[in-house]
């Protein structure tokens, strides 16, 4: 198993710890700090791994399912839990979680028909977005402008997120239409 692999299920394996220090601070009120570097630490191995694998020429078809899916683990296991936490409204999250089935079905159309579909920038924003308002709601920093800072990033990576869905359907639209 190679590097950019090895980063991978490491981002995956981190998600349990992650979810467990944020959903029970049993650490004198510092588990949502550590979620929190859990989760910079889990988002930088995301980013990591991609470039290894490309610069190095190590993409792998078990790198071209397991990364993509680790994103949406960790990114799913996250926003449950600030559901869970009162910080985010369940209505976005289902919205966002919607999106990624949905368009993880698109791609298995497309892969049944021979298209690959390459993450585009829309949804490398969109990704961004998620993990910066992640971050921010995670901290949950007690300030009036803060809050509003968290309040932009859910509406930019719930925007960003049906953008992504659009731009990946309008582009691909042929896969619908098209059987093998």
């Not at 859990?38 to 791994?49: E, G, H, Q, R």
Request: a positive charge; aromatic letters at 14%; hydrophobic letters at 55%.
């Amino acid at each position: 198993m190679n590097l950019p692999n090895k980063l991978t299920l490491f981002r995956v394996l981190l998600i349990p710890f992650f979810v467990y220090f944020l959903l029970y601070d049993n650490w004198s009120g510092y588990g949502n700090y550590i979620a929190l570097a859990i989760f910079i630490i889990a988002s930088l191995t995301d980013m990591l791994d991609g470039k290894i694998a490309r610069k190095y020429n190590l993409v792998t078809n078990f790198g071209k399912f397991m990364d993509p899916l680790a994103d949406k683990l960790l990114v799913s296991s996250a926003l449950i839990c600030l559901v869970s936490n009162g910080q985010l409204a369940t209505w976005i999250v289902i919205i966002i979680i919607s999106r990624e089935f949905f368009i993880s079905g698109f791609r298995e159309v497309a892969a049944d028909n021979g298209i690959v579909i390459a993450a585009s920038y829309w949804g490398k924003f969109k990704t961004t977005f998620q993990m910066l308002m992640i971050i921010v709601l995670i901290l949950n920093v007690d300030n009036v402008y803060f809050g509003y800072l968290g309040t932009a990033l859910t509406y930019i990576a719930l925007a960003l997120t049906i953008i992504s869905m659009v731009d990946y359907v309008v582009k691909n639209k042929s896969v619908l239409t098209e059987q093998k």
